[in-house]
């Protein structure tokens, strides 16, 4: 069993920052990517942004400049640090990982998210 859990959320004004962290934990035996995607009310769930296990980025354009990602490999856990948020930026956001448990296979698991909401 591996699960996913995100911590971080909460209101901000706009402007403001928030850190979101996501922790892995369980058989695990390596984690892939990494990835936070976020889904706001009456929307798709839309990618925001990935680090692949060999350290790159990608981002989602509206947030390019504003959310940084960064992973601790030690820790099983990626960050979202999230600067200069916008209304626009208000969502559930998620965590996804692939982990392998050692037995081959890579399993995409997604965490339960956490709300996020900018307003003032």
């Known amino acids: 069993q591996v699960q996913l859990v995100e911590s971080g959320g909460g209101l901000v004004q706009p402007g403001g920052s928030l850190r979101l962290s996501c922790a892995a934990s369980?058989?695990?035996?390596?984690?892939?990517?990494m990835n936070w995607y976020r889904q706001a009310p009456g929307k798709q769930r839309e990618f925001v942004a990935g680090?692949?296990?060999?350290?790159?980025?990608n981002y989602l354009d509206s947030v390019k400049g504003r959310f940084t990602i960064s992973r601790d490999n030690a820790k099983n856990t990626v960050y979202l640090q999230m600067n200069s948020l916008k209304p626009e930026d208000t969502a559930v956001y998620y965590c996804?990982?692939?982990?392998?448990?050692?037995?081959?296979?890579?399993?995409?698991?997604w965490g339960r998210g956490t709300q996020v909401t900018v307003s003032s």
């Open positions: 680090m692949p296990s060999g350290g790159s980025t």
């Open positions: 996804n990982a692939g982990i392998s448990s050692g037995y081959g296979a890579v399993i995409s698991y």
């Open positions: 369980g058989s695990i035996f390596s984690i892939y990517a």
